[in-house]
């Protein structure tokens, strides 16, 4: 090895007795069964469910509290308990409402779930060393815990002295503290790392609380969704990006997320909707649902900002298309198709009646020009969009945290498609002037989407990268999109349904039941095409309609069924979750959501089904991860660090 390199890891360990104490370190380290990992997708901003979720490990927390209670306990005690270790705080006030009658039944009930919690905890931390448990514990409690959780093989009764101390802990009130740090305990342990296969954001109403946490979170990675994608290039202050981002959230009804979440003033596309739209044709511009699910029609201002905000983003979409010929999506260039004469817009080789086209702002002439008064109003949403600390700070998180894709463990994690040809052979795409396809053509686009974030404002390359980010969005050979086109403008304004058609990539078509597609994908992205699978998003599975996710023989796992409200009617369920621990890895179907308030009151939890996708033939080890591989790397670099010190070379 370099001497330079092992003279920079001397530092690190400066000693031989340093070295040496690291290595074994490792070693064990290696030995210590696979985590858990959590694999959650198209969560839309709905933060209460996907909280939950969060919480309960996609059923972990109630697998590791029947391994351990077992049937000593009624299902009602264990059902209790695991409300409790989901909500302690909350939970912990109802309950006391409801058992205290005495200050013994208390005391009771205090020493029972602290015993029942203390076992939990040693049942989901005999994954980690004893160091990293200790730092997932707050400071304040941490000597109280690891008395609790921490062996003692030099005390003869082991029993008298654990109650001893929870004796103390009720007697001198900290009962409700440690009850809630270790169910908090519970919660970081149960899940070693999470991943998000893509689509935070849009539709319901709380993806800035779904980002909060995720800034918090332990160990995350996070695979971009096309519905990420337009939210970082709004942030980078592409103006077709804003505008679709404004439009999806003033027709679901969450305008605050903007507004109260990210503090984005939109009073200026009011003021200027309000006046140029007063007596436009409003009947095309109604809010498809609210976040409570419920349908209703917009306030008349509402309305008038969201035909303008649309109009708007037509405008500026055909600006990026223009200006991008590489993207070959001339075909949806549409508004300077309008025959305003005759109400009626041709697209493709036909033809069709118009709903509406009452576009005061619209000059035939130079249709995709903004007028002076829309030009301020965008510059002034993009200075908004842009000077939003809270936006940046979870942009920025995307960015540290996120890619296209994702392998990991021998698993291939992407949010939309791979984009085949009809053969199901890889389709080629020539945006940014390169030939690129399959894991090139994911390359390609995301180095052009990180320019965007990294590149100086206004230079050619953070324009060009914002441009990628709206094609990521909504382009023909989006890997992130998946579909031919996306016919906004056909849906608000043609009544004839075939122009609403959005054609699915033949990947989602060969998938369902092509193991030699799904292996040459692995193979592309330098996967084990017999061991791995792909994890995938972006599509819900309709369950009603009898569909799995399980397709390609068990190869590809399609995990969305449907978190947000607005498709529950259409899945029949509330989403897929994915689990990976030592023993196997399994897929869970969730019901729907009611609130937090109910999950706590009614002890209800959402995990419906559990269903087996592989059980592995032998246990798995950390030293069977990437990061088992990382670790023998390092291992092998600290052996040559011993025999240098050893040698007397360092």
């Given amino acids: 090895m370099d001497k330079r390199i092992l003279s920079i890891l001397s530092r690190q360990f400066p000693t ?35 909280l939950h979720v969060l919480k309960n490990g996609s059923g972990t927390v109630k697998r590791k509290v029947d391994a351990v209670i077992g049937s000593s306990k009624p299902h009602s005690y264990r059902k209790r308990l695991t409300t409790l270790i989901y909500y302690p705080r909350e939970k912990l006030e109802l309950i006391k409402k409801e058992i205290a009658i005495s200050p013994e039944e208390m005391t009771n009930w205090y ?13 989901v931390s005999c ?47 900290m009962a409700d503290e440690v009850i809630v740090t270790l169910c908090n305990l519970i919660q970081r342990l149960v899940v070693d790392h999470l991943h998000i296969i893509g689509d935070i954001y849009d539709r319901g109403p709380g993806p800035h609380i779904i980002m909060d946490t995720l800034c918090d979170y332990h160990s995350v990675d996070i695979v971009w969704g096309n519905h990420d994608v337009v939210w970082m290039g709004a942030y980078c202050g592409n103006p077709a990006c804003i505008a679709n981002v404004i439009r999806m959230s003033v027709r679901y009804g969450n305008l605050s997320v903007l507004e109260d979440g990210y503090g984005i003033n939109l009073l200026p596309l009011a003021a200027f909707a309000m006046k140029v739209y007063e007596n436009s044709d409003l009947s095309r511009f109604h ?63 036909r033809k069709y009646p118009m709903l509406d086209c009452d576009f ?61 040809n009809e053969d199901g052979s890889f389709k080629h795409s020539r945006v940014g002037g390169h030939d690129t396809y399959g894991r090139a053509m994911y390359d390609l686009l995301e180095s052009y989407a990180r320019k965007a974030f990294y590149s100086a404002y206004g230079t050619h390359d953070q324009m060009k990268g914002g ?65 791995s699978h792909i994890i995938n ?66 002890e209800t939890d959402i995990v419906s089904d559990t269903l087996t996708v592989e059980n592995f ?22 052996k040559e660090l011993l025999k240098a010190y050893r040698r007397g070379e360092i």
Wanted: with cysteine; glycine share 6%.
């Fill in 287 to 349: 809010l498809k649902e609210n976040n409570r699910g419920e349908f209703f029609d917009l306030e008349k201002i509402e309305s008038q900002m969201y035909k303008a905000i649309s109009i708007m983003q037509f405008k500026a979409e055909g600006q990026v298309i223009k200006r991008n010929s590489d993207f070959e999506m001339d075909d949806q260039l549409l508004l300077d198709k309008i025959d305003f004469a005759e109400r009626e817009v041709k697209v493709g080789d």
């Fill in 360 to 420: 005061p702002t619209v000059n035939p002439d130079s249709p995709y020009e903004f007028t002076p008064e829309e030009a301020k109003v965008m510059a002034q949403l993009v200075q908004g969009f842009m000077n939003s600390e809270k936006l940046r700070r979870h942009i920025r998180l995307l960015y540290e945290k996120g890619s296209m894709y994702k392998a990991y463990n021998g698993n291939l994690l992407y949010h939309g498609c791979v984009p085949l």
């Fill in 16 to 50: 031989e007795t340093a070295a040496a104490t690291e290595i074994i370190n490792l070693q064990a380290i290696l030995s210590l069964p696979k985590g858990t990992e959590h694999f959650l997708t198209d969560i839309h901003g709905e933060d209460e469910q996907f």
């Fill in 111 to 123: 020493m029972e779930t602290l015993r029942d919690l203390v076992a939990v905890v040693k049942k």
């Fill in 537 to 602: 998003g972006h599509v819900p599975v309709e369950t009603r309609k009898g569909q799995t996710p399980i397709k390609a023989g068990g190869k590809v796992l399609i995990i969305d069924g449907g978190f947000s409200k607005a498709y529950h009617a259409k899945t029949g369920i509330a989403g897929y979750t994915l689990a990976i621990d030592s023993h196997g890895m399994w897929l869970v179907e969730h019901e729907q959501f009611e609130s937090k308030e109910a999950a706590v009151i009614n």
């Fill in 617 to 638: 033939d032998r246990r798995m080890y950390v030293e069977d991860t990437d990061n088992g591989r990382r670790l023998r790397e390092e291992i092998n670099e600290l």
């Fill in 127 to 173: 994954k980690y060393t004893r160091s990293k448990v200790r730092r997932a514990i707050p400071e304040e409690y941490r000597y109280v815990v690891e008395e609790l959780i921490t062996e003692k093989e030099e005390v003869y009764d082991k029993e008298r002295y654990y109650n001893e101390i929870l004796s103390s802990i009720v007697s001198i009130g």
């Fill in 467 to 531: 441009d990628v980010l709206w094609y990521l969005w909504c382009g023909p050979k989006s890997p992130s999109y998946g579909r031919s086109k996306m016919t906004t403008f056909e849906r608000l304004f043609i009544e004839d349904k075939e122009t609403h058609t959005e054609v699915k990539d033949p990947y989602y078509r060969y998938i369902e039941n092509d193991e030699e597609v799904a292996s040459n994908i692995l193979r592309e992205f330098g996967l084990d095409d017999e061991r």
